[in-house]
């Protein structure tokens, strides 16, 4: 047993609906994001007890603590990532499916991607971290969530484009507070831009149904709203990441509306160990 | 309209099954393979005619014509692979899928890469040059086709692995000439292989049941056995690329058994447009 290492690509979210069932696996949601080369490194190493780290600072996680506990694994469990925190990226899905990937290798546990996948979705939902970034992680590209859940119950497409992606993130936002509180506003929001994407899958179509779900369901802040102003003053396209004060672009929609944002692509991978 | 590229990853076969239906985007495969670092890169250019080259040579293509027509385009298609054609790698398939890719994009038809991969899918089929390479191809990593067809029928999971890979090529073998004819030992033999992948998703025992799947479907030509063998007793893990005259092996199995072999790594993303 030895130390293994996995990738999982961030994830901004653009809209989304909720689904709730008594089954962790079969909870999740509908929605459209993409997959980022900016992602998340997940270390794990056999330890005589249980230590998570992101950025070499100790942290709870209950995601990562149930993946861990299904696998029967004992670990250190070491995040390294440039993402901001809390800020819609999906650093605890990653974390949680980075875990999954890494621990079955390291502890020799023989199970299928998409087992590892149903556990690492399953603990995310019990632990109200999040609801669709995992299956989207693992796929990779501009994922289309169709049908909600994990890998046995939800149906998945993408859009074909990879665009240039630039960031700009103006603080933290807890999805807990959003995703416990009453939903129907936003889920019904987020089957209208989902119909859209679906009517026309383009990137354009994509970041249009995301600026029309966060107005309809009334997540954006006045500072958010802002910024994507300006980047539509600049002629180009930009919206809020769900759930985060963060505004991302296509192309070099930030950097022309005068921002400094973090730059990145498109991951067409999805979460994959390390060679 | 431009020029656009993509890339498809190569595939190769380790065990399968033969699915047929009335429709060809319900007929398929289930069966297991491996997707590679070496693969197919397509151009698609509108032109005043459809022409359709492969490393350079003019060639027809009934997969290809098929696609261009569905997406109704008209173009040049140019693919470059580095690897052997007719002996089991895809190069069909790959062709299919990279000129569905391109050419959306291309003549901007704005169809999803569900879309995309049914066409690709369907047009394979239809010129009976294969049967489950095209959706392999698309998903990347080391896929397990668990049910047959297009991405609205089929279900896929994947071995959690990145070994690197040798392979090892004799020549030339028609895939047409193996799946028209009687199919039933295949298909049982194909079925016995991925139960036991299902049970053990590992690359150790996805070799055994390629071995067992080619001694039991009476695939193995004895050149190709030999080979195998050699790899076997350097300590090796080895396998025949269904349908081609090659050999494949995890890690060094080849050079360790004392042949020249091309190598290659797992290609965890599948078909993506080129940046």
Redesign the interface.
């Known amino acids: 047993m030895t130390e293994v290492a996995a990738f999982v690509p961030g994830h901004v979210t653009g809209f989304f609906t909720i689904h709730r069932d008594d089954d962790p696996t079969k909870t999740g949601s509908r929605g459209g994001g993409l997959a980022l080369s900016d992602g998340v490194t997940v270390t794990v190493r056999p330890a005589e007890e249980t230590s998570v780290r992101l950025n070499d600072v100790p942290i709870e996680m209950d995601a990562v603590e149930t993946v861990l506990s299904t696998l029967q694994a004992t670990a250190r469990v070491d995040a390294e990532t440039p993402l901001p925190v809390g800020s819609g990226f999906g650093v605890s899905g990653g974390m949680a499916l980075g875990t999954a990937?890494a621990a079955?290798?390291a502890f020799d546990r023989?199970?299928?991607?998409?087992?590892?996948l149903t556990i690492a979705h399953g603990a995310e939902v019990q632990a109200d971290t999040g609801l669709g970034d995992v299956v989207a992680q693992a796929r990779?590209?501009v994922p289309?969530r169709l049908e909600p859940g994990g890998?046995q119950d939800n149906l998945l497409?993408?859009?074909?484009?990879?665009p240039r992606i630039e960031y700009h993130t103006l603080g933290e936002l807890s999805t807990e507070d959003v995703i416990s509180g009453d939903t129907d506003l936003l889920t019904q929001a987020g089957k209208r831009s989902l119909s859209r994407v679906?009517k026309?899958?383009?990137m354009d179509s994509f970041m249009r149904a995301s600026r029309q779900f966060a107005r309809e369901a009334e997540l954006l802040t006045p500072e958010i709203r802002d910024v994507i102003l300006d980047v539509t003053e600049a002629d180009g396209q930009a919206s809020m990441a769900m759930l985060g004060k963060t505004v991302f672009a296509l192309g070099t929609g930030l950097s022309d509306a005068g921002y400094d944002p973090v730059v990145c692509?498109i991951d067409?991978?999805?979460a994959?160990?390390d060679?």
Chains 1, 2 share one sequence.
């Not at 023989?110 to 590892?116: D, G, P, Q, T, V």
């Not at 497409?157 to 990879?162: K, L, V």
């Open positions: 990937l079955n290798q023989r199970l299928s991607e998409n087992e590892l990779g590209g289309i890998p497409d993408g859009i074909p484009a990879r679906v026309e899958p383009t692509e067409a991978a999805g994959r160990l060679r």
